[in-house]
């Protein structure tokens, strides 16, 4: 029975090391960054587990359209979470862009 529990404890663990590693966030400002609260979001795919963009790549420009000052967020989500665990078994990864004006 102390058996079990080590080996659940420590599968644990690993499954919250692999999924937690992952979270992050990257922020960049253009121009005084976000002055409104207007977001559009789009999603970025890769292959070989986030080595390689696949061609959707989201055009931050095009999602500011003709805003000068404004915030790119590219973070991973709780939603991207869930499609990377089916989806990285043939090392399909996504992440989410975020542009908000």
């Known amino acids: 029975m102390r058996k079990i ?5 420590l599968l644990l663990i690993g499954v919250l090391l692999v999924v937690l590693s992952g979270c992050m966030t990257h922020i960049h400002n253009v121009g005084r960054g976000a002055q409104g609260n207007e977001m559009t979001e789009k999603r970025q795919w890769y292959i070989l587990w ?3 963009p696949i061609a959707n ?9 003709s805003a000068t000052d404004y915030t790119i967020k ?6 991207d979470g869930i499609i990377n665990f089916f989806t990285s078994i043939v090392t399909i990864n996504t992440r989410t862009v975020t542009v908000t004006k």
């Open 50 to 52: 986030g080595l390689v």
């Open 5 to 9: 529990k080590k080996i659940t404890s």
């Open 74 to 79: 590219s973070e991973l989500t709780a939603l």
């Open 57 to 65: 790549a989201p055009d931050t420009t095009e999602m500011a359209g």
